[in-house]
Every structure is written in C-alpha cells, then in structure tokens.
C-alpha cells in the first residue's frame, strides 16, 4: 500500500535522477533528502505498508545512497587512513560480537526487538527472553554496512564550503518545520482538531504512531522524537548563526527561530525535552568559553527577548491548553523514583508502566544485561532499550561504542571540538533507540559542529588582532 506522500517521493526521485549532473550533485542531493527525513525525525508515516511491515520513506533514500556510495568507491576508495582503520576495527568488534551470541549467548534477559516492547513489559503483558542469533542480526548488520558506506562517500566527496551549503539548504526545512509546529499548535490546542487525522491522509499511518492527541509531535511518531528534532533544528540554526563571521547582525536572523522553536519544544509537554534543555544550556556554556565570554553575559542580551515572547505565548496559549500537562517537575520526581526502582529492582510490573518507567527501567536493565558481555556487547540485533546509547552498548559494547563514536567524528576529531561533539550526542542517552547507531543526521550535525567552533576560533582571534 502506497500513500499520496510515496507518490510525491517517487515523482522527486525521479526527478533527481533524470538531471544531468554529476555524480557528486546526484547524491548530494539525495543526502539532503535524507537528512530532512533523519534531522527532523519525520517518521510519521510510511513509504510501502503490507500488512504490519513497512517500509519507511528514508530506507528508500537509504538503498539509492548506498548504491551511488559503491559507484564512489568504484572511482576513489576514501583515501582517509585512519576512517579505514576504524571501518575495519568497527566491522570486526560487530562481527565477534555475532560469533559469541551464535556460539555462546548471554543468559541475561532482554527485550528483544522482534519478541514485544518495553510498554508491553511494564504492563505485565510480555516476558523477558535471553539474546538468541537471528535474522535480526544479519538485517540490522546490513543496516549498519550501509550507514558506513554513506559515511565514507560523504568524506570523500564533500568538503567544507559542501556541508555549509546543505546546512543552508537544512536550515531553510528548519524553519519549515517551524512553521509545521505553530500550525500544528493553532489545530491542535486552539481548534482541538486531530492532526495525526490528517497526517494519516498524506504520509499513511505508521505502525508504532502515538495516539496521544493534543501534544505536540510535528511530523514525528510521538512527542520524544518531536523534542531531538527541534534540538536538532537549534543547532543547526546556531551553527549557521556563527558560521557567517564577517556578518555581526547574522544572528538576529535565527534568534526568533531559535526561541520558536524552545517554545514548541516546552508546549510539546514531552519529558525528553528537559534533557533537551539541559543539553543546549552545556552547549551553550562551552561556545561561550570557546568565544572567550562569560556565560552569564553571553546569555543576557538574549534574556530581554525571551522574556517578552515567552510572556506573549503564554498569555497565547493558556486559554487553550490546559495546565496541568505540564506537571515537569512531578515528572522529574517520577523519573527520580523509577531510577530507584530501576537500580533495586524493585518496580512492579503493571502498576510502574509510566513514560518515565519505561524509559529508565529499560535502559537499566538492558545495561545490567549488558555487562555480561562488556567488550563486544549481547549481540547486534538482540536488545531493545529506549536509550539511544545503552542500546548501542548492548548490541555492539563498550568497545563498539568507543569505535562508532570514533568512526562518526575522527575527520573532525580535535580537542577543541570532541568536547562539543560529545554534547551533541547527549540527548541520545535517555532518547532514541537502536536507531542511533546509524543514525545519518550525524554525517552533517558533526561537521556543522566543527565548522562552527574553527569559525568561533577564528572570530576570537580576529577580535584578539584588534
């Protein structure tokens, strides 16, 4: 089963391929097709559907990039030694990891992805199992040889000027994306009109879609995901804020977008998006230390403005959205009890099935099942946490983890930057799922990261001149 929005996405498929470009032109176009879909985790409906199996609208994108990355190498294996380095470390950590769950399986038990959810435990409804080798394994290693194959053509193929032009082009869909929100904000809270509705008209109904109407979710499945894509969206807006050094006023042309986009994250009443707070206040505070400013200062001019827009929206909305969803701090003291109980094991399935539940007791006790096997981890395609970075733990380890983040950041691995990188994946520990592994929004968050601090560097040493 097709929808209109597979239609539309064929017709621009095509549409690519039929240009007379160059090869390089061709997948740089399909890279910023897929990161549209990975940035802004527009993963609300589907591109085919039989039955319960679908087939997203990025793994479409996915397989063209992957083919085109094998035309690249056709012409230029990457000439970086140290990425190729890495790519063999990584591929044989994952490959030991497989041989010890075929030969020699934990007996810890998971939430494995193809026997429940997570949600599903909590209530009482599924059991644990142990790690076994299956199809999952071998699907989910295909999946990870092509991320890595799209990793090294975009290293061999686009250099600085090319990743500030697609941050450009991305940044344009951010404030897309922002416009969706205040749209989807005016339907939801003001008119009480389900969006998700009209969602399921244009992209189709995915599977695992939120029924939670009356949040916020954007183009997304659930309000979490809806939270990493407006941080996503801030940090790219900021990168290209910086980026423009010569331009002194550049940054009042995001500042309203950056703001809308905090507020939709804060009206999305989704928990994720404390971390999401959290996270820009440590970012900001280590761009201000890179910029030679005190944090206090570097804050202050923006307060003014903050505080009067967050006045108006407030004043905007609370006729119409109703308080008490936005009880962060009882969420806060859940999320305190339910680590408790994580850690003692002392939760009660079919009572302690929050949001908050869920997502701490899955990602503690898939890490206590985890150290079974610290090195090379239970096995890729084995458990299922919700936590981006306890999942990566679980399947591929500590040395898996260390490796991939290596991998996705070595190019623009220097110490004035690691510390931002480092950041910029902190979301990801209490969000996401397996997907981060792959995860090719990180193939331009990564380089716009490291343009942003030479940038910031070399604005610093210019005022230093003066």
């Known amino acids: 089963m097709l929808n209109i929005f597979s239609f539309i996405l064929i017709f621009i498929v095509g549409y690519i391929l039929s240009k007379k470009n160059s090869l390089k032109s061709k997948f740089k176009d399909f890279f910023i097709l897929e990161i549209i879909f990975s940035v802004f985790r527009i993963n609300v409906g589907y591109f085919l559907k039989i039955g319960d199996f679908e087939i997203q609208n990025d793994d479409l994108l996915l397989a063209i990039l992957f083919a085109m990355s094998i035309v690249v190498f056709g012409s230029s294996i990457s000439k970086k030694i140290k990425i190729r380095q890495y790519v063999v470390i990584y591929t044989i950590i994952i490959i030991l990891g497989m041989l010890n769950l075929y030969l020699n399986p934990s007996d810890e038990g998971i939430i494995a992805f193809n026997t429940g959810s997570w949600d599903r435990y909590m ?13 999952q394994s071998i699907l989910m290693f295909i999946r990870v040889v092509i991320f890595v194959a799209i990793m090294l053509a975009t290293k061999d193929l686009f250099n600085r000027e090319d990743f500030i032009e697609m941050g450009k082009r991305i940044g344009f869909f951010s404030k897309l994306l922002l416009i ?16 998700t509705n009209i969602l399921k008209l244009f992209f189709g109904r995915g599977v695992a879609t939120s029924n939670d109407f009356g949040r916020l979710k954007g183009l997304s499945r ?23 050094y010569e331009n002194k ?6 500042k309203v977008w950056i703001i809308i986009a905090f507020f939709l994250g804060l009206i999305s009443s989704s928990f994720a998006f404390v971390l999401v707070t959290v996270t820009l206040l440590i970012f900001f505070y280590v761009v201000s230390n890179i910029e030679n400013r005190k944090f206090v200062f570097y804050l ?30 009882e969420r806060i003291l859940e999320s ?17 099935y929050s949001s908050e539940a869920v997502r701490l007791i899955s990602g503690i006790e898939t890490f206590k099942a985890t150290l079974s096997r610290p090195l090379f981890g239970l096995g890729i395609g084995t458990a299922y946490s919700v936590s981006g970075i306890i999942s990566i733990l679980s399947n591929i380890g500590f040395l898996g983890l260390f490796i991939w983040y290596r991998l996705i950041s070595t190019e ?14 902190t979301p990801i520990v209490f969000t996401g799922d397996m997907y981060s592994l792959y995860d090719t929004s990180y193939l331009l968050l990564i380089p716009l990261i490291a343009i942003t601090t030479e940038t910031l560097y070399m604005k610093h040493q210019l005022k230093k001149r003066d």
């Open 123 to 135: 209530r009482g409804v599924t059991n644990l199992t142990t790690p076994v080798f299956s199809m």
């Open 180 to 195: 969706y929100g205040i749209t989807e904000f005016l339907l939801s809270y003001v008119l009480k009109i389900d969006t």
């Open 222 to 244: 659930e309000p979490s995901y809806y939270s990493h894509a407006l941080y996503n969206a801030i940090i790219i807006l900021y990168a290209l804020s910086k980026i423009d």
């Open 249 to 254: 006023n550049i940054f009042k042309k995001y």
């Open 300 to 329: 202050k001019p923006q307060a003014g403005l903050i505080s009067i827009l967050g006045l108006l929206i407030l004043m905007i909305i609370l006729p119409f959205v109703d308080l008490t969803d936005f009880t962060y701090y």
């Open 336 to 352: 305190l009890n339910q680590f408790s109980k994580g850690v003692n094991r002392t939760y009660k399935l079919g009572s302690d």
């Open 412 to 425: 623009f691995y220097k110490t004035k930057k690691k510390i931002l990188i480092l950041i910029l994946l």
